[in-house]
């Protein structure tokens, strides 16, 4: 289904418009500064600061966002209580350089409320200042704390969820892998929204139609996702290994059950949905849609759209086995896995 013209002219614009990545990225992180003072907290979401230290002396920031159930009454006043069916552990997207948890105030307040899962928000060190490995490994000791019940005393680790969108997708599908081959933890489900799971993202040599397809005018350019990859990698060697490129791994068997959903119009959807299909067929459950008419980084569009209303319920489902309705059977794609 094509997009509306008028909004396929904006894409256009504004993606041949923007400057490189490369050069740019320091100006971006001020905007992003600049949106997230914006944010305006939601009085049914109480929002805490923690941190994780790391095994280098670092401590990493966290945000725990917890859902609240408020019930105001004449006969008995104001009652608060947590309504939380488990924890998120997230991280965020913006190429491993961009995004923090600022910036994704609002993205993880509405899915605390619509999950109605805590949320803990991870602000893993970025690139180019820290490199390949410092985020998986950040996000590894951060989950392997939580798990551990070290970070939050009440968390059940059979209700710990890691979700991430975009690099974010990358690196909870990276801690999977090294908390499988570790054995220190075991997360029992994983939810991967437009993951990077690739390494060969130009248009001429790339596996995958959808770099070619959606590479130049839909915001998320192919060029911007290799300048990504640039900033992150320490090495060009680093390209090549699975914990930086997930699809590359000889063995994707013995994951977290795991839902991958894909946007129509993002150069990462192929690689993304390779993902999945190799995750299925090497025995993992897997539930994998295509969110129609979507572009990359929807994810922090406001809640109140269609579009992003249509992906919590997907996620609902996933985690809960709530119905898919009506609605969202004509407006999803499901590719593996659907019922």
């Known amino acids: 289904m094509p997009l509306n013209k008028a909004v396929l002219a904006a894409f256009k614009a504004?993606?041949?418009?923007?400057?490189?990545?490369k050069t740019s990225y320091g100006a971006q992180r001020?905007?992003?500064?600049?949106?997230?003072?914006?944010?305006?907290?939601?009085?049914?979401?109480?929002?805490?600061?923690?941190?994780?230290?790391?095994?280098?002396?670092?401590?990493?920031?966290?945000?725990?966002?917890?859902?609240?159930?408020?019930?105001?009454?004449?006969?008995?006043?104001?009652?608060v209580r947590e309504e939380s069916r488990g924890t998120i552990l997230f991280f965020h997207g913006g190429g491993w350089v961009n995004g923090n948890v600022d910036f994704y105030l609002d993205a993880c307040t509405a899915m605390a409320l619509r999950l109605e899962r805590r949320v803990v928000s991870v602000d893993y060190r970025r690139a180019p200042e820290h490199r390949f490995p410092q985020a998986p490994n950040d996000c590894?000791?951060?989950?392997?704390?939580?798990?551990?019940?070290?970070?939050?005393?009440?968390?059940?680790?059979?209700?710990?969820?890691?979700?991430?969108?975009?690099?974010?997708?990358?690196?909870?599908?990276?801690?999977?892998?090294?908390?499988?081959?570790?054995?220190?933890?075991?997360?029992?489900?994983?939810?991967?929204?437009?993951?990077?799971?690739y390494n060969d993202h130009d248009p001429r040599t790339s596996w995958f139609d959808s770099v070619r397809e959606n590479g130049e005018d839909y915001l998320l350019t192919a060029r911007d996702v290799m300048d990504y990859m640039d900033l992150y990698a320490s090495s060009p060697a680093d390209l090549s290994n699975p914990d930086l490129a997930p699809l590359l791994a000889d063995d994707l068997s013995?994951?977290?059950?795991?839902?991958?959903?894909?946007?129509e119009y993002c150069p990462l959807?192929?690689?993304?949905e390779a993902f999945a299909a190799r995750c299925e067929l090497e025995g993992t459950e897997v539930q994998c849609y295509r969110m129609l008419n979507a572009v990359h980084g929807y994810l922090l569009y406001p809640s109140v759209l269609d579009i992003v209303k249509d992906t919590y319920r997907i996620?609902?489902?996933?985690?809960?086995?709530?119905?898919?309705?009506e609605r969202g059977e004509r407006t999803w794609l499901g590719l593996l896995g659907t019922d």
């Open 140 to 197: 590894y000791e951060v989950a392997r704390q939580l798990f551990a019940g070290q970070l939050l005393d009440d968390a059940d680790p059979d209700r710990i969820v890691l979700f991430g969108d975009s690099a974010g997708g990358n690196l909870a599908a990276v801690v999977s892998l090294m908390a499988r081959d570790s054995g220190a933890f075991f997360p029992k489900a994983q939810m991967l929204l437009y993951p990077a799971t």
């Open 254 to 263: 013995g994951l977290p059950r795991t839902l991958v959903i894909t946007a």
């Open 30 to 79: 001020v905007a992003e500064d600049v949106l997230a003072k914006l944010s305006v907290p939601n009085p049914r979401c109480r929002i805490e600061e923690k941190l994780a230290p790391m095994p280098d002396g670092h401590q990493v920031p966290l945000r725990v966002f917890t859902p609240l159930d408020i019930d105001l009454s004449l006969a008995k006043g104001l009652k």
């Open 14 to 21: 504004a993606s041949r418009l923007k400057p490189d990545v």
């Open 315 to 325: 996620m609902k489902h996933f985690l809960d086995g709530d119905e898919l309705t």
């Open 269 to 272: 959807r192929d690689e993304g």
